[in-house]
């Protein structure tokens, strides 16, 4: 997601929870919502040269700002869900990955 140097007024607001709310809704209506979760705008980055900066990680404007794991049989029914994300309708991007268990 890009930040954006304009606030939305209190209607898109109310309008974006309600978006949001259907779209978690609907996964999790399938029995398919596994997590879901927003990232605060404070953080550190920890460089491999144990260097930190007390900031979140942002490349060529674009951060992440939460995260959704969700049941699927195949990536394609994760994409085609992906592709109702609210996000999308501000302009953001939302990734999608498989996750690997840790056995």
Do not use: Y
């Amino acid at each position: 997601m890009q930040p954006s140097d304009t606030q939305p007024t209190a209607e898109q607001i109310a309008t974006m929870h309600q978006q949001w709310q259907q779209f978690i809704g609907a996964i999790a209506s399938q029995a398919k919502l596994v997590n879901v979760s927003r990232l605060g705008f404070e953080g550190t980055v920890i460089k491999s040269d144990q260097s930190t900066k007390n900031k979140f990680f942002v490349e060529s404007g674009v951060f992440v700002s939460g995260n959704l794991t969700m049941k699927a049989e195949t990536i394609e029914q994760v994409i085609d869900t992906a592709k109702l994300c609210p996000v999308l309708f501000s302009g953001g991007t939302v990734e999608v990955r498989p996750t690997i268990p840790m056995n």
